[in-house]
């Protein structure tokens, strides 16, 4: 089990910048992936970035250039610093975990945070 505690979400200007934290705690494994999901009004949820325990990262094509994943392994947290938001950034953004399981193929099961609103609007 793990428990992931987010904060960041807010209101922001275009060409505004929003920082997310998340805090997982838990059943952490020494292998991991923590990242940033978001979903939108009648949309699926995609991912916007994700980073690995050894900090190999994942972004999607339109937050290359202008959100940045990092993560504190000693304190399990993942942070996304997003600069020159757009209104079409405006979503619920989700923290996601998963554990490698020890075959380091497989992976446990996704654990997700409780949401925070970014809007970008002026």
């Known amino acids: 089990q793990v428990q992931l505690v987010e904060s960041g979400g807010g209101l922001v200007q275009p060409g505004g910048s929003l920082r997310l934290s998340c805090a997982a705690s838990?059943?952490?494994?020494?292998?991991?992936?923590m990242g940033w999901y978001r979903q939108a009004p009648g949309k699926e949820r995609e991912l916007v970035a994700d980073i690995r325990t050894g900090g190999s990262t994942n972004y999607a094509d339109s937050v290359k250039g202008r959100f940045t994943i990092s993560r504190d392994g000693t304190k399990n947290a993942v942070y996304l610093r997003m600069n020159s938001l757009k209104p079409e950034d405006t979503a619920v953004y989700y923290c996601?975990?998963?554990?490698?399981?020890?075959?380091?193929?497989?992976?446990?099961?996704?654990?997700w945070g409780q949401g925070t609103q970014v809007t970008v609007s002026s």
């Open positions: 838990g059943s952490i494994g020494i292998l991991n992936t």
């Open positions: 996601n975990f998963y554990n490698y399981n020890s075959d380091y193929l497989s992976r446990g099961p996704n654990y």
